[in-house]
Antibody, heavy 121, light 111 residues
Framework: QVQLQESGPGLVKPSQTLALTCTVS??????????WSWVRQPAGKGLEWIGR???????TYNPSLKSRVAISVDTTKNQFSLTLSSVTAADTALYYC?????????????WGQGTAVIVSS | QSVLTQPPSASGTPGQRVTISCSGN????????VSWYRQLPGTAPKLILY???QRPSGVPDRFSGSKSGTSASLAISGLQSEDEADYYC????????????FGGGTRLTVL
């Protein structure tokens, strides 16, 4: 059974860079047919897709965040990572990693438990 | 403001059937499959429907979905108290808004 676990600092200062890692267990991140995504959720609000990466390293980002986001993959550690630069209070949210499966259509399953990030000085 | 439109709230009594709508456009729902997620309080979203109406293993057949044109809907029959949660729809978007867009979420209350 595939499981995902987010990790990283829970507090980031404004203008600095947020860095999170998602560790995948129960399956290889190099398996074909899957993308690996980041999704965030501000408190009391809805879900926002941040971006995704394929094991080859090819990444796609949300156009609204593209200038500040980078997603990378480390197949040797079965991990993928998110960096978000120049953060502001608006980036305070729960950050989830998720596996995106593609079989005709696309969907997210499973999700990590999420990690809270607060942007504050 | 979310690209996909959902009603902010819905409610029903135990045993009842409720439906939640999700409205989009030709770039997302109109040309791509819809998936639905359930988020219980304090937990991560969980997939309950994919490809418009297919259920992952373990999801009871009380949950069903459909799509017509640029709208989709989630139906829950035999409503139970544990169904009280937030429900989100999602779809791939072929426009510059994409690739992925979500609905704003619907909070389902079991009265």
């Amino acid at each position: 059974q595939v499981q995902l676990q987010e990790s990283g600092p829970g507090l980031v200062k404004p203008s600095q860079t947020l860095a999170l890692t998602c560790t995948v267990s129960g399956d290889s991140i190099s398996s074909s047919g899957y993308f690996w995504s980041w999704v965030r959720q501000p408190a009391g609000k809805g879900l926002e897709w941040i971006g995704r990466i394929y094991f080859s390293g090819a990444a796609t980002y949300n156009p609204s965040l593209k200038s500040r986001v980078a997603i990378s993959v480390d197949t040797t550690k079965n991990q993928f990572s998110l960096t978000l630069s120049s953060v502001t209070a608006a980036d305070t949210a729960l950050y989830y990693c998720a596996r995106e499966e593609y079989q005709g259509g696309n969907w997210f399953d499973p999700w990590g438990q999420g990690t809270a990030v607060i942007v504050s000085s | 403001q979310s690209v996909l439109t959902q009603p902010p709230s819905a409610s029903g009594t135990p045993g009842q059937r409720v439906t939640i709508s999700c409205s989009g456009n030709s770039s997302n729902i109109g040309s791509n499959a819809v998936s639905w997620y359930r988020q219980l309080p304090g937990t991560a979203p969980k997939l309950i429907l994919y490809n418009n109406g297919q259920r992952p293993s373990g999801v009871p057949d009380r949950f069903s979905g459909s799509k017509s044109g640029t709208s989709a809907s989630l139906a829950i029959s035999g409503l139970q108290s544990e169904d009280e949660a937030d429900y989100y729809c999602a779809a791939w978007d072929d426009s510059l808004l994409g690739p992925w867009v979500f609905g704003g979420g619907t909070r389902l209350t079991v009265l």
